[in-house]
């Protein structure tokens, strides 16, 4: 790492550190690079931070934030256990830092030190590197396992400029009041917090996360300035939706939701600077960045206005699920998709957002009509894809189910038909996707949704199949609320209304319908958000328009299920908890309800 | 929870604490239960805990120790999350305290208290609860995730009996000598430490444990009991070995492995007892709890002298194998298994495992021969049954090969054969167990290796699919030594040695060999350990025996194969890092090397 003369790292305890500041301004240009990293690629995170940084240079800003592990992406989970990797991402560091000239920048990287690793943001100012702030609250819960990876920092830090004292943190030490933060303000009050994140979406979340903003600014009566990380990385989606909020809890600026954004704010601080005279008292040590300011500080160009628009629910998790499937899609290497169309709901609304993640000259829809098909399913599905604008094949699975019944005839002798065979229709359409993936390098877009992925009414290897499960973490009421929110945006029906309409069957076998096997989705899904998302137990559950029986059965099954849930392809997280590394239950396990 | 009278929890620094023993007695007898509980089962669990406490009375035990989370089983993951689990294991703990008369024992469980949970042992003693001893060191590296669940305990426990000092600690607390038993010593001496733990097993795993333990009993000058879980668990098997050393080393009792056991030992205790005057220094408080003698404590008959073995090598991993087996199947309530036997090494192992789990007769063996199977494969696989004593299926593929290209030959115009074709022999395959499956209730045991699944040269869905991948972390090279000790330890050729020789091929197209695609298992293997399981850059991968542009390959095979090891059966720990809960990498990954 460089480190430059001019700057030091100082202790806010020393007597020679007591700034002495010119006239403090009353705003300071802030910079959130809204970034979309990837995990791994030090050298394309690097170029995105380079043209940030020469961005927010062009704009004049006096500070830009990126999000946390900036350099590494986020979670790098256990590559954070290779020493070629932390060694990597030391050395682009070094590489960035000298293009941080006439700004200071916040930059998130995985910093070794006293044989541990922390979650770090480097401080850097004007081509040099100052030293760093250690995340000090570490996140080791739902999806988070900071505490296999991270030691906590023990010293909250702060830059001191042109007169400002500018508090720094790293996303988790933000949401507790009790954090980081406010063994600052103890210090001192503050003129500004700073805090770089890398926090992951689940419907809703936005409005908690800017609720809890608005509560530190009031708190600290300082602004604060919120980076968030924007893009898909495996099954979490990063939204965005960075924050600038003034301690009357005024959103001065907010990032795009979904998308890559620079945000801009001149942001007004107190009239009296803060901080002048710290008081130390009992609490952790304060790292302070004295870091001098522009000779001759000229004045700047006004910043041109922006709107901001909120998304409706429905426009959130449709966002979510477009970017989550692109990302994974496009950081993976898969140009194009193949989706098996049924006819329902579900590979109805994957088919849309799968166009709008990728292009529809790029997703190929497959009919894979067995005897049980209903005609209304093959023309329904014909219909989505000339409304769609994608290509589609038709693959009559009738002659393998024959094979399938001549080869097992002996080892079956006896039985009826039922769910072996039932399941095989799913299998053998599931390996006329996946054949068609070998052999085109198309990537099959599973379309199960959550409320059947609880349940387990779905097949293994089969209707499963697939690299990525777009709706593994959607309701089956959200589908359909969806597929209405893709109409109503449209303003046509893209959808055919006959696909949402007509009731749910896995025609798998004459006049099947879901409801022969589960209860009514909006009664079913009222169980499992409880069950699953909020962890109720079984005497919790009454009262939601159900018989006991019923829902001891549904909770049965939510659990006899979880071996299913283990092989499933990934899929993007959209409720606060999803299956796969959020929700960690094991395989045997004799507890009931 | 009970709480008595004449018992009272008290902090060691109050004076009206200190003991006034009789006459402090030269030996303890101590019982270890080693106990296979299963997650999630309090009625099952508690009945063996009962069982064990009438057989440790009935031997004169003045303690019994039971594993580390005793009630709950381990890990139970999110369960611990659920409030009722927790209730559960509480109201478990209050009806098993009144069957410990005459009895000291130390019973792991999971304490709710301040708002958090601990992975606390807790102390019964003569019917009554006097409290608990809170695990201080939580472990999150690994397949270890206890720092999502619980909270750090922070005081040192002791008990004081008869005039001893007997130090308490839970799994982790004992690795670390700096831990609560070095804080418990700073107080003066102890007589003797016991350790309640779920260690689960990888290769010679008991070998370090047992020189931790030995380093341990030096350091504090004193007797260590180690009880340790025995038992699978999904992943992860606990192999049991539990252990009393004296402080010189001595190993004076150990438990079997792989299997449950009573463990009784007449621990010889230091002649002048310590820890008479407690010398507290600087650190956390200690607990003690004063537990009364017995009124006249009576010679106690001898116990039987038993022997113990250690079991080879390749014997201990292939215990674990066969009791992750049974484990699995027996606690998921499979009776039967099936597996396709394709005439090669693997498929041979995991049968003779299935035999050993669950006995012959419960296994079924499918040859499913498609025109690329050689003449020889088929009659290996059969010989193989025979001499396994298992039945077989004889399940032709080639009916369904025909359907699929028939069904696939219009979008398959113009391509060759290959990937896309091979893959659909393997899936028709995996498609025929999964029927058996449904149709029969016979659980489906994956036959794949880790040399194959590191590398992804194995068939999602198809060769991957099955309940349970009994081989999932054992390289190949190791699947031969495997077989070889069958057969030694048989005396015979359990596995045709014609199987052990020929060269190891997929039969997928004609003359096909693995060694086409890979390099030779022993070269590989060497490369996998040291980039799978010791997180090895690709700098430090040179000198192995293959060129620099193979072993990138290899790398590059592996990270890219991350997707497939997602959606792959549970198998069995048998390395220091196996796939799943242990390694955790992103499948989006830009990293190489």
Redesign the interface.
Known sequence: MRHCPGFSLLKAKRKQNTPKPGKPPLTLRVAIAQINT?????K?NAAKVRSSLKDARRMEADIVLFPELTLTGY?????L?????IE?NLDTLDQLTPHTQGLIALIGFAEPADGALYNAAAVLADGCNLGSYRKMRLP??GVF?E??YFREGDSPARLFYRGRHIGLSVCEDIWDSEGPSRSLHREGPLDLLLNISSSPYHKGKWKDRELMIRTRASELGAPVVYANLVG???ELVFDGHSLVVLPDGTVLARGGGFVEDMIYADVPLPKKPAGKKPAPKAGPRVKTFRIAAPKTPKAKKPLPARAFSLPGEMEEVYQALVLGTR??MQ??GFEKGVIGLSGGVDSALTAKIGCDAIGPENIVGVLMPSPYSSLGSIEDSLELANRLGIRT?T???E??M???D???A???EG?AP????E??QA??R???L???S??MGWLVLTTGNKSEYSVGYCT??GDM?G?FAVLKDVPKTWVYDLCRFVNERAGKEVIPENVLTKEPSAELRPDQKDSDSLPPYPLLDRVLSRYVEA?H???QLSGLGLPAAEVRHIVQRVDANE?KR?????GIKITPKSFG?D???????????
């Open positions: 990837t995990v791994g690629d030090f394309a979670p790098p989970e256990d590559l256990l290779k020493s070629a990797f990597k080791n819960y396992d505490k296999r898909g990385q495996d990302d994974y950081k993976n094949l693959l009559p699975i002659e393998a024959h094979a399938y001549h080869i097992l002996g080892a079956f039985t039922g769910v072996a065979e399941n095989l299998r053998i599931g390996n006329l996946m054949a068609l070998n052999k293994l290897y199949a690299g962890d137990g079984l005497g071996y283990r092989q499933s392809p990934p590394r929700r960690r239950l094991p395989i045997t396990n004799h507890f009931k309800g």
